[in-house]
């Protein structure tokens, strides 16, 4: 018994300095802490991109940002994408809806308070859900619910939406990967379109043709790709004489066995 409350112990406390190492990584990743040229080119070549990809909408776009894989870094993407839009002087909010693994406060460094799932259930007022950092609105993702799904699925969702892109030019969305569970799929009703975010060398093309079948069977309007740990990215701004990053750590999401991830933003 000794031993195995001895081997718990080491157990967590590796897990704690895993996560810490994930957090550090990612957090590096955000543009307001990096002034590396290709980074922050690549997000700017994506808000135009994004822009160009709904003419017809006049009126807030609601953006979904998810991947088919784990470790593909849809969240730093959603986080960059709602700081990159920011900067145009356009209303951006960004909703943390990974009820399961939300992330979008620790790589922030904003209090989780009241946030999604709260004010679904109608525990909080939206407006005290709401907390600013760098130009832009987040709705943190709250209290862990037990049925994050059905929440995200609710008619209090698509209302909250709704009324949520009176006030914004753009909302971006952060969900869990469309491919390892439903959660995504449940709040496509409210959303103008989505990014589908894919990693170079770790998206397996079966998982984006699954996830795109998925996508499309819901009637989901698929706005475009963005590409992370792009080799013709690094190789572009490296013969220029750019400087490039990399990082690497192991973290375990959604308990799928843990990798070794290399990601540099690319579009």
Request: hydrophobic share 40%.
């Amino acid at each position: 018994m000794a031993i195995k409350k001895r081997w718990a112990k080491r157990k967590i406390k590796r897990d704690q300095q895993k996560k810490a190492e994930y957090v550090k990584a990612n957090s590096t990743r955000i543009i307001n802490n990096t002034d590396d040229f290709a980074t922050l080119e690549s997000y700017r070549a994506a808000r135009t991109n994004i822009m160009f990809s709904l003419p017809d909408e006049k009126a807030c776009k609601k953006l979904i940002i998810t991947s088919a894989m784990q470790g593909d870094g849809k969240t730093t993407v959603a986080i960059n994408l709602a700081l990159i839009f920011a900067k145009t002087n356009l209303k951006v909010l960004l909703i943390d809806a990974d009820l399961r693994l939300p992330m979008v406060h620790t790589y922030l460094n904003v209090k989780n308070g009241f946030g999604l799932s709260d004010v679904l259930v109608g525990r909080a007022d939206v407006k005290d859900a709401i907390v600013q950092t760098s130009g832009v609105d987040i709705i943190t993702a709250g209290h862990i619910p037990q049925n994050p799904a059905e929440l995200l699925a609710s008619d209090a969702m698509t209302t909250l939406v709704n009324e949520l892109s009176v006030n914004y030019d753009y909302i971006f969305i952060d969900t869990p990967p469309v491919g390892i569970l439903v959660d995504a799929m449940e709040i496509l009703k409210p959303a103008s379109g989505v990014i589908l975010v894919v990693r170079q060398k770790n998206t397996l093309h079966r998982a984006v043709h699954s996830a795109i079948v998925a996508l499309e069977f819901a009637k989901a309007k698929i706005c475009g790709f963005i590409l992370n740990d792009s080799d013709l990215i690094k190789y572009h701004y490296k013969k220029r004489k750019y400087s490039t990053y990399q990082y690497h750590y192991n973290y375990n999401y959604y308990g799928n066995p843990k990798q070794n991830i290399r990601q540099h933003p690319g579009v």
